[in-house]
């Protein structure tokens, strides 16, 4: 009797000890992916996992249309992830809402940290602060697709200004071989178009402090600069107020128009419909001393509301180390790495899209992460930049129409 007294007490003991060390801190991470096939995150994730067994990472894959609204109502009811895919221009809503957690802390203690491209951590602040709310993961630049072979034939240059892009617009313009220099993107998703040649101009949302600038007078000659392509200089074709993605690039491709501004998430179609007639090179700009683009990120936030703040960190640093990094930009699901160590692979600096893509990181410019910028880029944008094409409203009316939606929403 008394060993089997002994015998179970020694159990007890036993498990007491063997329990702390299979307890788990579970880390909720939710995501969309543009191609929910792809299983690349989902083995990341397993080997994550299996490294670190008193953290187990959950993942929700979520459709992007349904992302945002999903993420408020979860999280307005103490509800939703530890950690979360995120849109650089989501910042500022969930920032005034006080559901980010602050990430400068953490970040002076990872030692991935210097490997970042140095601009990048711009992405993850709100204006006129310095902390850090989000970790840059993937992101786009935009640049210039140019026939290469109308420029040859036309003994035109790679346009480097505005200057040259106007000059080689209008030489390449022919409406009665139904042939246009630019393919101006008027209609759904042309403001990020737009804003690479507004800041490439030398406009500004925002400036250092975080004051509304759009509508300044820098900002209102430049606009009028890009309306005057279509309205003055005709060398966007007739559809270009209402013309969207599909129509852009479907006109690139057939041979309507010499140039279009996209980026590396096109290149792959572009070279498959153009081979060697293909040209890329950077967003022209007003002054070559001060280049500018625009980007936009997908980073990684840890919600306020998470009690599991360390173990998210650790994942979340994770992916964005060297090996992860590389393997997640190479999937379907990739786009541009921010890290200087994967940017040097022979895979993107061999490559001229990922080359050119990579190389606006320094100097790409991000909208800033206003509450309004999603209305903006929903629908007031879309309004008033056709009215300001059909001559309806001026360049400052139209900037003062965006300027205002930013302020109120």
């Known amino acids: 009797m008394r060993r089997k007294v002994l015998f179970i007490g020694m159990f007890v003991v036993v498990f007491l000890i063997m329990v702390p060390a299979f307890a788990q801190e579970v880390v909720k ?15 990341m994730v397993e080997e994550f996992n299996a490294a670190n067994p008193e953290i187990k990472v959950e993942i929700e894959n979520i459709p992007l249309k349904d992302y945002h609204d999903k993420l408020v109502t979860a999280l307005s009811a103490g509800a939703g992830p530890d950690v979360a895919r995120f849109k650089d221009w989501w910042l500022g809503e969930f920032h005034e809402a006080g559901l980010l957690e602050p990430l400068s802390g953490y970040i002076a203690n990872w030692p991935g940290k210097d490997d970042v491209i140095p601009n990048l951590w711009n992405t993850g602040k709100i204006p006129g602060e310095e902390e850090i709310y989000m970790m840059p993961h993937q992101f786009i630049t935009f640049y210039l697709y140019y026939r290469k072979d109308w420029f040859q034939e036309a ?9 040259d892009f106007l000059k080689a617009a209008q030489t390449l313009t022919d409406p009665e071989a139904n042939r246009y220099g630019f393919g101006l993107r008027g209609g759904s998703g042309g403001q990020d178009q737009w804003l690479a040649f507004m800041v490439a101009g030398g406009a500004r949302v925002v400036d250092e402090a975080g004051n509304i600038v759009i509508n300044s007078e820098k900002a209102v000659a430049v606009n009028q600069w890009y309306i005057d392509l279509y309205r003055k200089y005709k060398v966007a074709p007739p559809s270009a107020p ?6 852009i690039t479907g006109a690139f491709k057939a041979g309507i128009t010499a140039m279009i501004a996209h980026h590396v998430g096109s290149s792959v179609i572009m070279t498959e419909a153009l081979g060697d007639k293909l040209g890329v090179t950077h967003i022209p700009v007003a002054d070559p001393a001060n280049p500018a683009t625009m ?3 997908s980073g ?3 919600f306020a509301t998470s009690k599991v703040k360390d173990a998210a960190f650790k994942f979340l640093s994770w992916i964005t180390e060297t090996e992860q990094m590389d393997r997640w930009s190479r999937s379907r699901n990739g786009q541009l790495p921010v890290l200087k160590s994967v940017a040097a692979m022979d895979y993107y600096n061999q490559n001229e899209f990922f080359r050119i893509s990579l190389e606006a990181a320094d100097f790409a410019i991000t909208w800033p ?3 309004g910028v999603g209305y903006v880029a929903a629908s007031v944008w879309q309004v008033n930049m056709q009215r300001a094409l059909l001559g309806e409203i001026s360049s400052k009316e139209m900037l003062d129409a965006i300027a205002e939606a930013l302020k109120e929403r």
């Open 29 to 43: 991470y939710w995501m969309w992916l543009d191609d929910p096939t792809d299983r690349t995150v989902w083995e």
């Open 155 to 163: 003994g035109l240059k790679p346009p480097v200004t505005f200057d």
């Open 242 to 247: 209402t013309d969207d993605y599909a129509r």
């Open 295 to 297: 980007a936009t990120m």
């Open 300 to 302: 990684n936030v840890i």
């Open 369 to 371: 992460p206003l509450p």
